[in-house]
């Protein structure tokens, strides 16, 4: 909608204007109309307008006088002037100046008028478009620089690159103070596990492109399945307020947890430091809570490797004494905490540990443990240690007291899960969960999850959405239905996750796959 604004002298001109035509019909609407320019101008200065319509003699300020005043402040204005046959000195100044066109009061017609308006706003639609295009090539531009600066900066400190610095013109920000910022999604593995695989990469991506719609100058990685690493310019030395804040903003749109760590550096080779400095910072999430804002403390050196525990063994007879004599499964992990919280040690040391203890707990029960490999890797991938301390005391017990069943070979467990399997074949669409699944077969739903991606080599939520896009390939290289048709008749909810998925999964859109069948 065009907002026009009427400017003249005489009212029964400018109601005679108004009158004339249907704005609406035309994509435009009459905002305001004034009596001499100065009052134009006013409104000009603190409103938007799109085309002005202004008689040339006015008391005040004539119109010419206001025209050139308007264009100062919008360029883009167009200008329509209405004038008297003895005008014609002004009315060759206004052309020169920019109108569009001048009518002749004495002999305005309504098609007349409408034929000018259409112009201005063909003219306006024109700008408009070549003004979008413009934009959208720069923001190309600009996203294909920021890619090559991102792809190189992670083979950098991925140390993929055999060089000892970057191989490519960064920018001239890096030679100041900025911050390095290492992002994590919390609770990013039950994210996985209830919606897959891919609806947590997407949330990752969505994450660096909203980073990139609100800061002109930094650069977004996505390093791991989980976490961002990001370097920004620190342009007023108050970094941490201005993390906090966008930390809340990302958190309350997007409804997610995330920890940040961050350290200040200058001059490119702080990208290295800072990289291993805010994701040492950041790890502290896992002795302190999810959550937080850490700052690089000096104690967390820009070398990992000299992150080592003062003592490098330490004896754990007593908890296995603890195991032994029956005492409750808490009792040995509070032991355990007891060193884990200490200090000395990264997460990664504290979990090696956990998955050596619960190996050791096992061959006292004369048992391997048939999925022993999968319970590590959980232990692995705890973010808290009081969600390692938690899965500790769970198998703990479920080991004393044979609470998960043991399967007496792997015949007998695939029984399991392909009764498990055929039912998600015939009951796909519906709202199928972890649990609901576990119920089917009789065993609890950790167990249930173990055993099933042991049998099948992935999650079952990945398993399920992966049966709901073959089957959504099927309809749509079959029908003509309406995506959002095809989605529900898959199985999918949300339809704009479904297009996410299928074109995360496929490389096409739902509509591009369907024409590729044709």
């Known amino acids: 909608m065009y907002r026009v604004l009427i400017v003249d002298d005489e009212p029964v001109i400018r109601n005679g204007i108004s009158a004339f035509v249907d704005w609406e019909k035309e994509g435009a609407s009459v905002e305001d109309h004034y009596a001499n320019g100065v009052e134009a101008l006013n409104a000009l200065k603190s409103k938007s307008f799109d085309i002005l319509i202004t008689d040339i003699k006015m ?21 329509i002037l209405i004038s008297n046959y003895s005008d014609f000195e002004y ?20 098609d007349d008028l409408l034929a000018v308006l259409r112009r201005s706003m063909s003219m306006l639609e024109e700008e408009r478009r070549k003004d979008f295009e413009l934009n959208h090539f720069q923001q190309g531009a600009l996203y294909l620089e920021r890619k090559r600066v991102e792809q190189e900066v992670k083979r950098w ?32 593995e039950e994210w996985r596990e209830n919606l897959g695989y891919l609806y947590v990469q997407l949330l990752l991506e969505e994450l660096q492109e909203a980073f990139y719609e609100r800061t002109e100058e930094g650069y977004a990685l996505q390093v791991t399945e989980s976490s961002l690493f990001i370097f920004l310019p620190d342009h007023d030395g108050e970094v941490e307020q201005r993390l906090h804040l966008w930390k809340q903003r990302l958190e309350s749109k997007w409804g997610v947890s995330t920890s ?11 990208i290295l430091t800072g990289y291993t400095g805010s994701r040492m910072a950041c790890q502290r999430r896992f002795f302190e809570g999810l959550g937080g804002l850490y700052r690089r403390s000096e104690s967390e050196s820009c070398h990992e490797l000299t992150l080592t525990s003062t003592e490098a063994s330490h004896d754990w007879a007593l908890f296995f004494e603890l195991i032994r004599s029956g005492e409750p499964a808490s009792i040995a992990v509070d032991y355990a905490l007891e060193r884990w919280k200490r200090g000395g040690l990264t997460p990664e040391q504290v979990q ?3 998955c050596s203890l619960l190996t050791g707990v096992y061959q006292l029960h004369e ?39 043991k399967l007496s070979d ?45 049998q099948t080599g992935r999650n079952f939520i990945d398993y399920l959405i992966e049966l709901r896009i073959r089957e959504a390939k099927r309809l749509l290289a079959q029908n003509d239905s309406r995506v959002s048709d095809v989605a529900g008749a898959a199985g999918f909810k949300d339809v704009k996750y479904f297009s996410k998925v299928f074109k995360k999964t496929t490389g096409l859109t739902p509509v591009e796959y369907r024409d590729s069948m044709k």
């Open 367 to 405: 048992d391997e443990g048939s999925l022993l490999s999968e319970q590590h890797e959980r232990i692995r991938k705890t973010e808290t240690l009081e969600q390692l301390a938690s899965f500790m005391v769970r198998e703990l017990e479920a080991i004393g007291k044979s609470f998960i069943p």
């Open 157 to 188: 400190i991925m140390q993929e690159q055999t060089s000892s610095a970057l191989t490519i013109a960064v920018p001239t920000w890096l030679e100041r103070p900025y911050a390095c910022v290492y992002l994590m999604l919390d609770a990013a």
């Open 59 to 79: 008391p005040l300020m004539n119109g010419i006088q206001l025209m050139k005043h308007a264009l100062a402040v919008n360029p883009k204005l167009k200008v």
């Open 260 to 270: 940040i760590g961050f350290s200040e550096e200058q001059g490119v080779c702080g």
């Open 410 to 454: 792997n015949g007998y467990g695939g029984q399991l899960i392909t009764k498990a399997l055929e039912y998600i074949t015939a009951h796909y669409t519906e709202n199928l969960t972890l649990q609901s699944l576990a119920d089917i077969v009789h065993l609890s739903k950790s167990y249930f999850s173990l055993l099933f991606k042991k």
């Open 352 to 354: 090696e540990e956990a």
């Open 91 to 110: 009315v060759k100044e206004g052309l020169q100046l920019g109108a569009v066109d001048y009518l002749l009061k004495l002999t305005l017609k309504r």
